[in-house]
Structure formats: C-alpha cells, structure tokens
C-alpha cells in the first residue's frame, strides 16, 4: 500500500520561507506525475506545482518566482521550496501523485497526502 507523507507545515510570516516535503512509501514502480495542490477554506482545491510526465514543471500563475518545486527521484520524494509567502498562500497543501504500484500495475493510480497546514501571517 503506497502512502504520501507530508511535513514542513506551520506558520511563516511574509518574508520568510518555508519547505513543504512530501515522500511516498510503499512499493513504487513508476510515477507518472507528482507535485502539490492547496485548499483554502470555502475554494476549491488548486494546482501549486507539479512535475510532468516529461519531467518539466508547471507553476500555478501567483507562486512563479516565489516557489520552487524540487525532486529527490532515489528517495521518491518531491519539495516544495516557498519563499517569500503572502497571507493569500494561507491554505492546506496537498502532495499528489498518479503512480504505479507493485498493487496497481499495470495502471497508474491517483494517490494524496494527507495535507499540512500553512499560515502565512502578514
């Protein structure tokens, strides 16, 4: 059973920055995709940052050049680097990732984190 384990939240003042981690356990074939989404009260549950298929990355519009998506692939890990935070980033975070599973294959499968609270204070 493959699990997503979330660490890094809390509260950060603008200005500062914060790590968001994210690791899947389990046994892991392949990923297809793997990154973080958020939702904040009353709004719907948004991309952050994702690595593609092709290994690229896709940065929703408000957090380009403010936070860095990174990747560990020998620890199945993926990060998300936010710096300089404003109050409007104040929302769970999400890990996500489709991927294949010893359980799962040959499909992919979608899997979340169980999210991690960050308060950006002004």
């Known amino acids: 059973q493959v699990q997503l384990v979330e660490s890094g939240g809390g509260l950060v003042q603008t200005g500062g920055s914060l790590r968001l981690s994210c690791e899947a356990s389990g046994s892991v074939v392949s990923f297809n995709n793997m990154g973080w989404y958020r939702q904040a009260p009353g709004k719907q549950r948004e991309l952050v940052a994702i690595f593609t298929p092709s290994g690229g990355k896709n940065y929703e519009s408000s957090v380009k050049g403010r936070f860095t998506i990174s990747r560990d692939q020998g620890k199945n890990a993926v990060y998300l680097q936010m710096n300089n935070p404003d109050p409007a980033d104040t929302s769970v975070y999400y890990c996500?990732?489709?991927?294949?599973?010893?359980?799962?294959?040959?499909?992919?499968?979608?899997?979340w984190g169980q999210g991690t609270q960050v308060t950006v204070s002004s």
């Open positions: 996500y990732a489709r991927l294949m599973s010893i359980s799962t294959a040959p499909r992919w499968a979608d899997y």
